[in-house]
């Protein structure tokens, strides 16, 4: 009766907290809404800019007396602005213009006419408001016109030709910016937060309690010198490691959360959240709370990636135990992890805590099915659902919870079995206390929209083009970067010829990875950008079935014949020249001093085409004068390894994985020779290793300005903006806030050299959303000299000043707030007249045959792509 009860209780349970967490996005929330006042409360009205963000606030008063019109009719100029002119006349049309010409008052807003009258006498005032609903102006408390369907003007300034003179007291702009996105949970969305959460905890650990485990836990890991030498490696590596494209832009997500309160995309897309996916960010931010410093920076994914490790060799042991056959299991699985790991980290981007989440998940579904503990899947359903919330690929998490559904099913029967179906899945609604927490349903949505519309988007069908970018000579698909990807398409198709003949344990656990491998194949292609990244995403199942291949043979035992493991060894063999045939290419600090590689001011980021042959060629890796990808080396390290194994009458298909074997060495050796060499190469000078041993502020700490001081020394105090190509470099300059509905205007800007060319333009694009867009308008920049660390072979960038039009800040910001349930918001800005693109415009920018021809020319020169 007690087991029946519990039982009960347990499905209760799940259902309350099931549907606490499907009330969680529509509860209200407290909206942040600064209201921004001109002239600076006790000044008198003077030009200053003032820059939103988004564009147009969500209501805009102007409030201007007649006075202040007369003195401009007679003295020239306009009476308010709130953009300068500009060379693009569609551009100058976004804002709102109010002017008087030989006494006749003219308003235009959002590029319409709203008003024109003469200006009746000097002692009247004007009212010019503008909301979602549209514009409309009064005279004297008269309403004298209203254009429905008219947008707030856009504001980067206000400015007026009355500034300082005693006839424009009591003009006044009140506008209330956009900060949609900060939010925090009112009260009863706090307690219901507070129960979720006790609820969900009381859920799972019931599951875990009740439902325990049915086998012993017959043996224990045993831990071995290679589960020191991993971590080492790592350690290390965080020194020695490349750098990504996209480290800076992940770390200025994480060092401004603390600013706006939501994880935000800092650098475009107007700072709209980047939901679902902020988990990682999320954890990152709590490690650079401690230190922005370069070497603890730097740690950060080495940490996970030491995680990522011992998840999988727990997955192993579970998985097949510490047999005298296995010995070598986990020195392959070293191998195979570092051929993954090495390449494509450092980085601080959301892939490594994906690869973590689906380690942890595969590891405890797989201890879960060997002790035959049932409860532990509802710990598991949570573990994927946080993975979930990294990035797209972390869907890949679910497949090995899936792949137990059939077991779970099984093993529990009646009310028992509905018991614990609930509390699994109630589990995973741990997604909606970190997604919800302090925002709302409409946010997501918006978000979604924002980011599909002015960002590059892809279908599942454009998948192919991940694929293709490996296999071209950038530095996205270098060799090293090629090489996992292609070993684990290796590993698939050995696997299928292995299935119909399962004879091992190992057989069938390298087809559950092989299962678990295609899901998240799946999760990549409907992922909405096809960065080759987001492969380590999945490569936690992947990195297993390399190792089990290796140490298995590629062909099962019955086809061991001659004729069939010589195909296979050419085919891996081939597999290894198309790796080597990548060039050594690297971004930014992390090619510097490399050999085989570029050196100047080419781009290693870009793509080299095909009339560049020589340079190409350059690039390839060499050992002499033999070139590594070299056909004939290939053939006869097949014909070695078959006629030496055949010698001993051992299998023929052992010489195909001793290649496997040899190439994946032949990887992760040349990843560590030439990353030792690079920073010897460039003694006494500034490498990403020296600069991140010193444990300082990076290469900051070594260029100098002309006035003898370090970048560290000059910057310091002063409001900087970091390109975020370059951002890694640069841990320790302090983040702008983006906040409030505005941008903090930064005094300097840190460039990337100007070989990265998407470096420096994301941010000012307004067809983009970028953040700094207001700077093209109101600003301009001035060049500050400074020398490089290690001469002109390495370009580290330029430093600029920030002269503005007007002085920024006179103005006073307040802050109120209002509540809003979970579908409520402000109009969407995902559309064509609120930036004056089209949706998906820089994707069509970046292929020119999609351009439209309808699209103004000058808006795709400003991205650098022509």
């Keep these: 009766m007690q087991q029946r009860f519990t039982a009960w209780i347990l499905l209760a349970s799940a259902l309350v907290t099931a549907a606490m967490a499907l009330s969680l996005p529509l509860a209200p929330v407290t909206v942040d809404q600064p209201v921004v006042t001109w002239p600076k409360q006790g000044e008198r009205v003077s030009n200053t800019v003032v820059p939103l963000l988004p564009y147009r606030p969500l209501r805009f008063t102007a409030e201007v007396p007649c006075s202040a019109i007369s003195a401009v009719n007679s003295r020239g100029g306009e009476v308010l602005r709130t953009l300068p002119p500009a060379r693009d006349a569609a551009q100058q049309e976004h804002g709102l213009i109010m002017r008087v010409v030989n006494g006749i008052v003219q308003v235009r807003v959002s590029g319409k006419s709203i008003i024109e009258e003469r200006l009746p006498r000097a002692d009247c005032s004007y009212r010019v408001h503008a909301d979602a609903g549209g514009v409309d102006v009064w005279r004297d408390g008269m309403q004298l016109v209203r254009h429905a369907g008219v947008l707030p003007p856009q504001v980067a300034m206000l400015e007026t030709g009355a500034a300082g003179l005693a006839e424009s007291d009591g003009m006044r702009v009140v506008l209330d910016t956009d900060a949609r996105f900060q939010s925090a949970p009112t009260k009863a ?93 999320y954890l990152l931010a709590g490690w650079t709370s401690v230190s922005t410093s370069m070497l603890w920076v730097r740690l950060f994914p080495a940490v996970l990636g030491i995680g990522v490790w011992f998840a999988l060799r727990w997955f192993l042991h579970s998985a097949l135990g510490e047999r005298r056959a296995y010995r070598a299991l986990p020195w392959l699985l070293a191998l195979a992890f570092l051929v993954w790991w090495l390449p494509y980290n450092p980085t601080l981007r959301p892939e490594p805590v994906t690869c973590l989440g689906v380690a942890l998940t595969l590891a405890l579904c797989e201890y ?91 279908g599942w069908t454009e998948e192919w083009g991940r694929y293709a970018t490996l296999l071209v000579p950038t530095g996205s698909g270098n060799w090293a970067k090629r090489a996992p990807v292609l070993l684990m398409i290796v590993c698939l198709v050995f696997v299928a010829v292995r299935a119909r003949r399962r004879r091992w344990q190992v057989d069938a656990v390298m087809v559950r990875l092989a299962g678990v491998l295609g899901f998240g194949m799946v999760a990549l292609a409907i992922i909405p950008t096809k960065w080759t990244h987001h492969f380590v995403g999945i490569a936690a199942p992947a990195i297993v079935l390399l190792a089990l291949i290796t140490f298995a043979g590629p062909l099962p035992a019955r086809v061991r014949r001659t004729a069939p493991a010589v195909a296979a060894g050419l085919f891996i063999a081939f ?82 994985a001793r290649v496997l074997l040899g190439t994946q060495a032949l990887v992760v050796g040349l990843l560590l020779v030439l990353f030792v060499i690079a920073p010897l190469r460039q003694l006494p000078g500034w ?180």
């Excluded at 000299?785 to 920030?802: F, Q």
């Excluded at 579908?823 to 004056?836: K, S, V």
Aim: charged share 20%.
């Design 575 to 656: 597999t290894g020249v198309v790796i080597f045939s990548g060039p050594n290419m690297w971004h930014s600090f992390g090619n510097w001093g490399q050999p085989f590689s570029l050196a100047g001011d080419i781009d290693p980021m870009r793509t080299l085409d095909p009339d560049e042959k020589d340079m190409v060629e350059s690039l390839m890796l060499a050992i002499g004068p033999v070139k590594v990808n070299n056909v004939l080396v290939w053939a006869g390290a097949i014909g070695l390894s078959w006629y030496l194994l055949r010698r001993r009458r051992r299998w023929a298909d052992t010489g195909s």
């Design 189 to 281: 969305k706090f307690v219901l937060l507070i129960l979720h959460g006790l609820l969900l905890v009381g859920c799972v650990t019931l599951a875990v309690l009740r439902y325990r485990a049915k086998r012993p836990s017959d043996d224990r890991i045993r831990w071995r010198p290679v589960d020191f030498l991993v971590p080492g490696v790592l350690l290390a590596w965080s020194v020695l490691g490349p750098t990504n494209d996209d480290d800076g832009w992940y770390l200025r997500h994480a060092l401004n959360l603390g600013d706006v309160g939501y994880v935000g995309n800092y650098y475009h897309s107007f700072n709209a959240p980047e939901s679902p996916f902020l988990l990682a960010q």
């Design 368 to 458: 879960a099915r060997r002790r035959e503990w049932v409860g532990l899947m509802a710990p598991a359903v949570l573990l994927a659902a946080f993975t979930t919330l990294t990035m797209g690929a972390g869907l890949v998490a679910w497949a090995p919870v899936a792949l137990q559904v059939p077991w779970l099913w099984r093993s529990v029967h009646g009310r028992e079995r509905l018991a614990l179906i609930a509390a699994v899945l109630s589990s995973g609604t741990v997604a909606f206390t970190v997604l919800f927490a302090d925002g709302k349903l409409a946010d997501l949505l918006e978000a979604t929209k924002i980011h599909y519309y002015y960002w590059i988007t892809m």
């Design 687 to 866: 490498s990403l290793a020296s600069g991140t041993l010193r444990n300082g502020c990076g290469i900051a700490d070594s260029v100098r300005v002309h006035d003898g001081r370090t970048l560290t020394e000059h910057l310091a105090g002063r409001v900087t903006y970091v390109d975020w190509s370059i951002g890694i470099g640069y841990p320790c300059v302090p983040v702008p806030p983006v906040k409030d509905g505005m941008v903090t205007p930064p005094e300097f800007r840190v460039l990337a050299a100007e070989k990265f060319t998407m470096g420096g333009l994301v941010s000012v694009y307004e067809g983009i959303g970028g953040t700094h867009g207001f700077l093209g308008r109101v600003a301009e920049m001035v060049k500050v000299p400074a020398d490089a660390p290690n001469g002109v072979e390495s370009p580290w960038g330029g430093l600029e000043r920030v002269k503005y039009l007007h002085e920024p800040g006179r103005y006073t910001v307040t802050m109120t707030q209002r509540v809003e349930h979970g579908l409520q918001a402000p109009p969407t800005i995902a559309r064509l007249d609120y930036a004056g693109v089209p949706s998906g415009y820089i994707k069509q920018a970046i292929d020119p045959s999609r351009l439209p021809t309808d699209v103004d020319d000058d808006r795709y020169d400003t991205l650098g792509l022509r």
